[in-house]
């Protein structure tokens, strides 16, 4: 990580989003902070709570740093119109045009993305073979453009963007293209076609959520040689995962990536890089 953090043991961290009351992330952070020796407390600024919206975020910001906040997570529906408030942009969160994290650091706001990166670092703790891979992408939104990103940093020879919103795909395909190559990354509406010489099928869309019941492609089209993945944990075991497992596929549940953005984000927070597996292992304790 590349922000420079000045040493101190107290911190204060939260998450902007709306309907978070459900969110792991602050008993995550806090179990952590506590286990490197650090005081950290971690709020939920809820929208749906307290009555914010995206015209507020400015206000939202400008008190944070009032009230010594050192950084705050962002999620939906805010990871695209905080970016203009902010300082300074990774070139990731710069690429993917989403910012899941704000360190606040010399009175500036420094925006940042650890979702792909959280999804990539756990695809590799679990297929680390796997890396180079063709694969299909089901979601083109926020989630899955921080898994495209993910998938081709890592090495993937090729993603295939599938989603019911054709624009969309072909929006999210094209703004991964500019960093990749257009020869690495392409929107499609033949899913069949593409997974056919696909080695792996990733999951991005809210299909399998609790409230969302269902499979996000045709089960035929899941077969034994194909690695799947899945971003949705809740819950952990979506019926794609668990179509998966019984077919013999090998599976990256969703959790992984709710772990590692998460650590990925302490070490921005922090500048102290976070024991990883005692984090995964306090989510599997929360999710169990």
């Given amino acids: ?3 420079s953090v000045p040493p101190r043991n107290s911190i204060l961290l939260g998450l902007l989003g709306a309907g978070i009351g459900g969110s792991l992330t602050p008993a995550m952070q806090e179990r952590e902070g506590s286990a490197a020796g650090l005081n950290l407390t971690y709020r939920l600024l809820d929208a749906e709570q307290i009555g914010y919206a995206a015209d507020d975020l400015p206000d939202m910001l400008y008190w944070a740093k009032r009230f010594g906040f050192d950084g705050l997570n962002i999620t939906h529906p805010f990871k695209q119109v905080v970016i203009p408030l902010l300082d300074e942009l990774s070139d990731d969160a710069e690429d993917l045009g989403a910012v899941n994290t704000v360190v606040f650091r010399d009175g500036r706001a420094l925006g940042r993305n650890t ?4 999804w990539g670092r756990a695809f590799r703790r679990r297929l680390p073979a796997s890396v180079s891979d063709r694969a299909v992408l089901v979601g083109a939104g926020g989630a899955g453009s921080a898994v495209g990103y993910a998938l081709l940093a890592q090495g993937a020879e090729h ?3 599938v989603d019911v919103d054709v624009e969309k795909a072909h929006a999210c395909a094209t703004r991964l293209a500019k960093r990749f190559g257009d020869d690495r990354v392409c929107a499609t509406t033949d899913l069949s076609g593409s997974l056919a010489t696909a080695r792996g099928l990733v999951n991005a869309t809210p299909t399998g959520m ?3 019941p269902g499979l996000p492609v045709p089960a ?3 077969r034994e ?3 799947v993945s899945d971003v949705v944990y809740f819950p952990l075991e979506t019926e794609l995962i668990r179509l998966a497992r019984s077919r013999g596929c090998r599976v990256v549940p969703g959790g992984g990536m709710a772990v590692f953005q ?3 984000a302490f070490e921005y927070f922090t500048g102290r890089e976070p024991d990883a597996e005692r984090m995964a292992r306090h989510f599997e304790e929360l999710t169990s």
Avoid at 115 to 118: A, K, L, P
């Fill in 1 to 3: 990580m590349t922000t």
């Fill in 115 to 118: 979702d792909w990166s959280g």
């Fill in 159 to 161: 993603v295939s963007i």
């Fill in 210 to 212: 609790t409230g969302h």
């Fill in 220 to 222: 035929d089209l899941v």
């Fill in 225 to 227: 040689d194909l690695w």
């Fill in 262 to 264: 998460a650590v990925g």
